[in-house]
């Protein structure tokens, strides 16, 4: 009986796309066919091959039916793709080519269907060697090779480029069309109404540009239900890498096809001649643009207009335009209408600043500030809604007269229940806590108010002249591209900026594009330059800083802490802790440590996701996230974040003293490598501290240990020229060679993705090696990179080594960092293009480098304050008072973490509830959040006024959503690598190191990239 199970498997996976769950219901059924009776001995054996059957199905659903669900969502997406392909071809090419008497010439049908044959072809050919792949499924059950082996070929890339590039013209020769040919816009118009779906001509065009993300979709679901060990996961893990490449050179190159388009319309309409000619000659120069709402207020915030105005910003200039009519709605509903501008101003970008709420700076003497309409006094008032600055004095007034009462309530002779200076001074609260929310509100509703300074032309008398300008953006994201942009655009224009790479792919020219990292500062660190003061290592402690406005949160550096470490042999080791919550980082606290530190390691704060899974609220142990600090007299000292005053919580140690030299986590287990071969494992105890008398020692060999490297659930150690894999659970060890070389030991270790790259302690080469198969995937030399440079030596060694936001950064003794494109997402971090080189270096070797990345507070991406009123450029004004409350009550909860217990009064009066109007109340909880409707008050008695300071009564606020916000994630990432000194590299110039470093300072230099929106 030993063929039936082969028979089953093949039955369940046939060719038919319900072939399995005609099996399972044939098993059920017990149906004849599935059994040879000559080899069914009795009823028993009958059913124990059912049961059999059964389980079989059973694993059979969990990995490999839902791989054959995607499989056959490919062949039915390919299928529909080719299908509009073809009617591209079919409804509109061929009826236009042979249309008696002519609609278009020959001459403009080619242009507008230029390269849609070539695609078809292609994916003819693919569709083809995928039904013939469907056919081995039941033998083979892969489809990644495929992928990689049909577009992975230049010819794809080329026919897609051509077609990318040419969309925008085609689209234009399509609007010229309508507009001048009357037939071809009925012969459009024909076609999509007899058209089943009602797709129009441009949404079958535009399918070729979305078909690369679709698969990468599709492929992305197959790899997360194909098991570790299957044979299609490596080939699976390429294919996504090949065709992430390949949608990131398209959507490039639609990028710098969209903004020529828009550049050139521009053009046309600036009246500037030389300004005309700049935006011509740098037509790649464009950083962003977008339809924006200029909005001008009255004295009391009253809307006096809005209009849309197309804002661009290029490399050096701003430029706002006027939009002019887009076109006849018949054609805008086939084809996009690009509309005509008319240039309203433009600024210098240095001289253009984003002024917030609140934050005005004074005018120099030398400066006039020409005050808009309405742009007089109140700089809040006129960006809030109308309505909520109208309550906003209200309240202030209201809050004025109180307080006079207060003042005659304490002058009574009598004695009141009711009325007493205690009653008096709960009112002031309640009316300053109502004037805090409407001014929560209003800053709110600014979150989509993009407030600019502009200069002006001077006045009669020479003197400069600036005005404000309001744009309502369609969202806060928008408003956090537009002040990051800004801010990082004229970080690009300065001198280390320009140039600040040199690019592999432009020949050694020079360039300085904007989406390259920036340059934003570099500084001294250590001020004692002593000799032994060696950069070692150094870690990016993320903490949130709640008080950071929203300029400063768009246009900062990651939100946290830069720990720095430097020791020496024979010295004390010494930490630096900086600041990030500033556009450059500043030093807050330094930490002297006994012996020379080695090794850093961020340990974030436990989560409590398992205790509110099951429903077990566990009290926090007040450790919050550490700092592991590897020393070179053994010891591992833990400390506590920065916000918690980095005190030293913890002393680990090893029992021989040997010298730490890397350390890394789990969410379980502390990992140390030791300069003896050794690794320590340290456990957690209840108080989520480290344990020591958990620790376990793992020994790799002779050599020392000099990095580690954890991944989902094993953690790579190097020792000499090998790497140990060590399974976290158990502890087991699987050995392999990365290096040929005995005398040369795996110095780095970063992971992305499927794959991990490795630098070594000699040569100029770094290796790909996969994270499951274990096998080498690709070899890269470093050196042939620094011939863009004069660099005078053959061979470069890497002393550090990163991945950050698609980048590899390789750091070479020399001084230099190079950096090489690798994939973001799941598959192989293959290098797919030619490397950089940076043009800011360090005089000796990169000591170090680190990246540091944050999201941005939930709380800046929401709009909650924002409703649907028609004053509001953002959609409106209002918002319930229970959000306003909460959310109130949210900043009072970060006030006051650092404050003891304080006294809280609380009181409720049952003698008012039949009153109209809102309880006054310092307490914002149910009964005040209550709608304006419910006059009932809570059951208390308003004769008993208590003071109260239970720490339960204290204003807390809403349990923090942990995945609300994650669709709208925005990432702040920066990289800040270490070494002695600085220097600027010029092209053609010697590049090499400097023989004498000693004497110079320690330098942090810190890139920081566009935010992630």
């Not at 592999?504 to 003061?533: I, N, Q, S």
């Not at 630096?576 to 440590?593: D, G, H």
């Not at 208590?946 to 959503?961: A, K, Q």
Request: glycine share 8%.
């Amino acid at each position: 009986m030993t063929y039936f199970p082969e028979q089953l498997m093949k039955a369940a996976r046939s060719g038919t796309k319900d072939g399995l769950e005609r099996t399972k219901i044939a098993v059920m059924r017990k149906v004849s066919f599935l059994q040879r009776k000559d080899q069914l001995g009795n009823t028993g054996e009958s059913e124990n091959f059912v049961n059999l059957v059964r389980d079989f199905l059973t694993g059979l659903l969990s990995a490999q039916v839902v791989r054959r669900h995607i499989l056959s969502s490919i062949i039915q997406s390919e299928r529909s793709y080719l299908e509009s392909l073809r009617r591209i071809l079919q409804d509109y090419h061929r009826p236009l080519m042979e249309a008696d008497p002519r609609i278009l010439s020959p001459r403009k049908i080619r242009p507008i269907f230029y390269r849609i044959r070539e695609i078809t072809q292609c994916h003819s050919m693919f569709q083809i060697a995928l039904a013939s792949r469907v056919a081995e499924w039941d033998t083979s059950e892969k489809i990644g090779d495929l992928f990689v082996a049909s577009f992975s070929k230049s010819m794809v890339l080329d026919v897609y480029s051509d077609y990318v590039n040419n969309f925008t013209n085609a689209m234009a020769l399509i609007k010229k069309a309508c507009i001048s040919k009357p037939a071809f816009l009925e012969f459009l118009k024909k076609k999509q109404a007899s058209s089943v779906d009602r797709i129009t001509l441009y949404g079958l065009m535009v399918k070729p540009i979305q078909r690369f993300p679709q698969f990468i979709l599709l492929l992305q679901d197959m790899l997360k239900n194909t098991p570790k060990g299957h044979v299609d996961r490596l080939p699976l893990q390429l294919a996504l890498t090949e065709l992430e490449m390949l949608a990131e050179k398209l959507n490039e190159q639609k990028r710098v096809a969209d903004q020529i388009a828009e550049t050139q319309q521009l053009a046309r309409s600036v009246s500037d001649r030389l300004l005309s000619k700049q935006l011509n000659s740098e037509q790649g120069s464009l950083v962003l643009c977008e339809t924006l709402i200029e909005t001008v207020y009255g004295e009391r915030g009253q809307i006096l207009k809005s209009k849309e105005r197309k804002v661009f910003l290029f490399d050096d200039v701003l430029i706002c335009a006027n939009i002019n009519v887009k076109g006849p709605p018949d054609i805008s509903s086939l084809v996009p209408i690009g509309p005509k501008y008319t240039m309203k101003w433009s600024a210098p970008l240095l001289q253009v600043q984003v002024v917030e709420v609140g934050q005005e700076a004074p005018q120099g003497k030398d400066t006039l500030f020409q005050q808009g309409v309405g742009l007089r006094k109140h700089c809040k008032a006129i960006l809030g809604p109308p309505r909520l600055y109208q309550e906003l004095q209200e309240l202030q007034y209201d809050l004025s007269v109180v307080e006079e009462v207060t003042l005659l309530v304490g002058t009574l002779q009598g004695t009141y229940q009711n009325l007493n200076t205690t009653v008096a001074q709960d009112w002031c609260l309640a009316l300053q806590r109502l004037i805090r929310i409407k001014e929560e509100q209003i800053q709110s509703a600014n979150k989509c108010r993009l407030r600019l300074q502009v200069p002006g032309r001077p006045d009669k008398s020479g003197r400069p002249v600036s005005f404000m300008v309001v744009f309502n953006t369609p969202n806060p994201l928008s408003k956090i591209s537009w002040v990051n942009r800004l801010h990082l655009a004229k970080i690009a224009l300065r001198e280390e900026n320009s140039p600040g790479w040199l690019c592999g792919e432009d020949e050694g020219k020079t360039v300085a594009p904007f989406w390259y990292p920036l340059l934003a500062c570099h500084m001294p660190v250590f001020a004692m330059k002593t000799p032994e003061r060696k950069l070692e290592t150094a870690l990016h402690n993320p903490v949130h800083c709640a008080l950071l406005g929203f300029s400063a949160a768009s246009t900062s550096l990651p939100q946290g802490y830069l720990w720095v470490a430097a020791g020496g042999e024979g010295s004390q080791g010494q930490i630096e802790i900086f600041s990030l919550n500033r556009t450059t980082p500043r030093a807050v606290k330094s930490l002297q440590v006994g012996s020379a530190v080695r090794c850093l390691d961020y340990v974030p704060e436990p989560s409590p996701t398992e205790e509110m899974e099951a429903g077990v609220n566990k009290a926090p142990a007040g450790i919050g996230s550490s700092i592991c600090v590897g020393l070179d007299d053994g010891r591992v000292l833990v400390y506590g974040s920065v916000d918690s005053a980095a005190q030293c919580l913890l002393t680990l140690r090893n029992p021989e003293g040997c010298p730490v030299l890397c350390l890394r986590h789990s969410s379980r287990f502390l990992f140390a490598g030791l300069r003896n071969g050794t690794v320590m494992v340290y456990g957690r105890n209840n108080n989520d501290l480290w344990d020591p008398d958990s620790c376990r020692c793992v020994s790799l060999g002779s050599d020392p240990v000099r990095t580690l490297l954890v991944l989902d659930d094993s953690v790579w150690a190097s020792c000499g020229n090998s790497v140990t894999v060590l399974e976290i659970s158990s502890l087991n060890t699987q050995k392999f060679e990365v290096h040929p070389d005995p005398m040369v030991s795996v110095a780095h270790m970063a992971c992305a993705g499927g794959g991990v790259w490795m630098a070594f302690s000699e040569g100029s080469s770094i290796r790909l090696f996969h994270t499951e198969t274990l096998e080498l995937l690709q070899e890269i030399n470093i050196s042939r990179h620094s011939t863009l440079l004069n660099t005078g030596q053959k061979s470069m060694r890497v002393t550090s080594l990163l991945i950050c936001q698609g980048l590899l950064w390789v750091g070479t003794a020399q001084g230099l960092i190079i950096t090489l494109p690798v994939p973001k997402l799941e598959g192989i971090p293959k290098i797919t293009g030619k490397g950089m080189i940076s043009l800011n270096a360090h005089c000796g070797p990169v000591d170090f480098m680190v990246a540091s990345t944050s999201f941005l507070s939930p709380d800046l991406l929401k709009r909650d304050s924002v409703g649907d009123g028609p004053d509001s450029a953002c959609g409106g004004e209002d918002r319930s008072d229970t959000s306003s409350q909460e959310s109130l009550q949210q900043s009072y909860q970060g006030d006051g973490r650092g404050k003891g217990r304080g006294v809280l009064l609380q009181y409720k009066l049952r003698s008012t509830s039949g009153l109209p109007g809102r309880p006054l109340t310092a307490l914002g909880d149910e009964a005040s959040d209550s709608s304006l409707e419910s006059l009932e008050h809570s059951v208390e008695d308003g004769s008993i006024y208590e003071l109260s300071d239970d720490p339960e009564m204290w204003v807390r606020g809403r349990p923090c959503e942990r995945d609300g916000g994650r669709r709208d994630r925005v990432i702040s990432a920066a990289v800040i690598s270490g070494g002695r000194g600085f220097r600027r590299l010029r092209e053609g110039a010697a590049a090499g190191a400097r023989t004498n470093v000693e004497g110079l300072e320690n330098i942090l230099m810190v890139w920081q990239l566009p935010l992630t929106v």
